[in-house]
């Protein structure tokens, strides 16, 4: 009797083991997808699906910021290797993005979760509003001081980190609408600053709490998968249609937030 006990919990928990497995890759391989595509981290997906498997908001933006490390370096060789990638401009605010994220595991540590994705709605709002109301697609690409972009990149990498989002986010509708970058080329740089950010994350996460390396470096290895996907979709379809798409894609994280944090939150 005890042995059949015995027995029954084990295949329970193995069941339970693998079937959790299979959520986390799949969950992998549909966020590196968008992640590739769109030119984020992931985080923007990642979070609110994991919040839904009944994660707590600080464990799954630790879990974020691990899938986002892979998703964005595998993302970023693909694009450099395609030549959509400006690495140049990128570097500037990559190197601001990565000291600012080195501060968000601390802010993360001493914000509540209400007022962290309060800070993840806003940041949509953004977002959505910046790359609806895109001026003209054919008006010259600006120069920015130097300066500029790093100051740029110090504060999106401080406030999305903190968040659990790469950067991505917030800094394909900054180059689109203010700086005129052409929406492929954004693309491929905001996946570019992830690199930055997410790194910078994962030090200053670990640093001030505890990380699921586990849940992580699964999903992360899952992702690589997607984001060859993502950005083999990206290079294919036209960029109106991407522009949509990126439209859509922020209105449902909008619709989202507002109906976890103000309906039934």
Same mark, same amino acid.
């Given at each position: 009797m005890i042995l059949t006990h015995v027995r029954y919990n084990y295949y329970k928990?193995?069941?339970?083991?693998?079937?959790?497995?299979?959520?986390?890759?799949?969950?992998?391989?549909?966020?590196?997808t968008l992640s590739?595509?769109?030119?984020?981290?992931?985080?923007?997906? &990642?979070?609110?699906?994991?919040?839904?498997?009944?994660?707590a908001t600080k464990d799954a933006i630790g879990i974020s910021v691990?899938?986002?490390?892979?998703?964005?370096?595998?993302?970023?060789?693909?694009?450099?290797?395609?030549?959509?990638?400006?690495?140049k401009m990128v570097s500037?605010?990559?190197?601001?993005?990565?000291?600012?994220?080195?501060?968000?595991?601390?802010?993360?540590?001493?914000?509540?979760?209400?007022?962290?994705?309060?800070?993840?709605?806003v940041?949509?709002?953004?977002?959505?509003?910046?790359?609806f109301f895109n001026p003209n697609e054919n008006i010259?690409?600006?120069?920015?001081?130097?300066?500029?972009?790093?100051?740029i990149g110090f504060i999106i990498g401080a406030v999305s980190m903190s968040v659990g989002v790469g950067g991505g986010l917030i800094l394909i509708p900054i180059l689109i609408g203010f700086l005129h970058v052409e929406m492929k080329k954004a693309v491929s740089a905001g996946l570019f600053f992830v690199v930055f950010s997410?790194?910078?994350?994962?030090?200053?996460?670990?640093?001030?709490?505890? &990380?699921?390396?586990?849940?992580?470096?699964? &999903?992360?290895?899952a992702s690589l998968i997607g984001v060859y996907v993502g950005i083999l979709l990206?290079?294919?379809?036209?960029?109106?249609?991407?522009?949509?798409?990126?439209?859509?894609?922020?209105?449902l994280i909008v619709i989202y937030l507002i109906n976890r944090i103000f309906i039934n939150g």
């Open positions: 928990v193995y069941i339970e083991y693998n079937s959790k497995m299979i959520e986390l890759i799949l969950l992998g391989i549909s966020v590196g590739g595509f769109f030119g984020i981290g992931g985080g923007t997906i &990642i979070i609110p699906i994991l919040l839904m498997l009944g994660y691990i899938q986002m490390v892979f998703s964005s370096v595998y993302g970023s060789y693909l694009n450099n290797k395609n030549g959509s990638l400006d690495i500037i605010i990559g190197f601001g993005g990565f000291l600012g994220a080195l501060l968000s595991g601390f802010i993360t540590s001493s914000v509540d979760d209400a007022t962290l994705e309060i800070v993840f709605l940041f949509a709002l953004f977002a959505l509003a910046r790359v010259n690409k600006e120069s920015v001081n130097i300066y500029a972009l790093f100051i997410s790194i910078a994350g994962l030090i200053s996460h670990g640093i001030s709490r505890d &990380i699921d390396f586990n849940s992580g470096v699964i &999903i992360g290895f990206k290079d294919k379809v036209k960029t109106k249609l991407q522009k949509i798409l990126l439209v859509g894609f922020y209105l």
